[in-house]
């Protein structure tokens, strides 16, 4: 007869169940410290500086929305051309809007760095393009269209 080793079991104890469960929560808390850092490092929870101001101004953003919209103006999202941002403008009759005057404030969309101005030319028939080049990356263009006595204010976001 041969002798034969029989394997060694280990057992399943309390500690290993102990290591287990706190290995768990280690990972859990490690994980919900690091989501929290990114979450207050990319957004500082500012929507508005003031509530009660911007309650107060509210009435006339709306008025001046309503002012916009009889223009007729559409604006094209804007895109990147050789490195600056580039917007298409038209009128009432979705024909180039001509002769405008366009600025841009640039912002990058978690306050990463300063927000920057952007001015306009006219390249061709209700195209502008930005004199100065816009870094790579996300940023939103909060654009001010002027012609005659006619403004229109629009957003728009750029990757």
């Known amino acids: 007869m041969m002798n034969q080793k029989?394997?060694?079991i280990k057992k399943f104890t309390g500690y290993h169940a102990t290591m287990i469960i706190v290995?768990?929560?280690?990972?859990?808390?490690?994980v919900n410290l690091v989501m929290a850092q990114f979450a207050l490092s990319t957004f500082s929870g500012t929507v508005v500086d003031n509530s009660y101001v911007a309650s107060q101004k509210y009435n006339q953003w709306l008025e001046q929305a309503r002012n916009q919209q009889a223009h007729g103006?559409?604006?094209s999202p804007a895109?990147?051309?050789?490195?600056k941002a580039s917007i298409v403008v038209t009128d009432i009759d979705s024909a180039a809007l001509q002769g405008a005057t366009l600025s841009a404030?640039?912002?990058h969309p978690v306050g990463r760095t300063d927000p920057f101005?952007?001015?306009f030319v006219q390249?061709?028939?209700g195209d502008y393009v930005s004199v100065q080049p816009l870094p790579e990356g996300r940023w939103k263009l909060k654009i001010i269209i002027t012609q005659d006595d006619k403004n229109m204010r629009v957003v728009r976001d750029i990757w």
């Open 23 to 30: 290995a768990f929560f280690a990972v859990v808390v490690s």
């Open 6 to 8: 029989s394997p060694s």
């Open 117 to 119: 101005a952007l001015d």
């Open 73 to 75: 103006w559409t604006v």
């Open 105 to 107: 404030v640039a912002e």
């Open 79 to 83: 895109v990147r051309k050789t490195g």
């Open 123 to 125: 390249t061709e028939a």
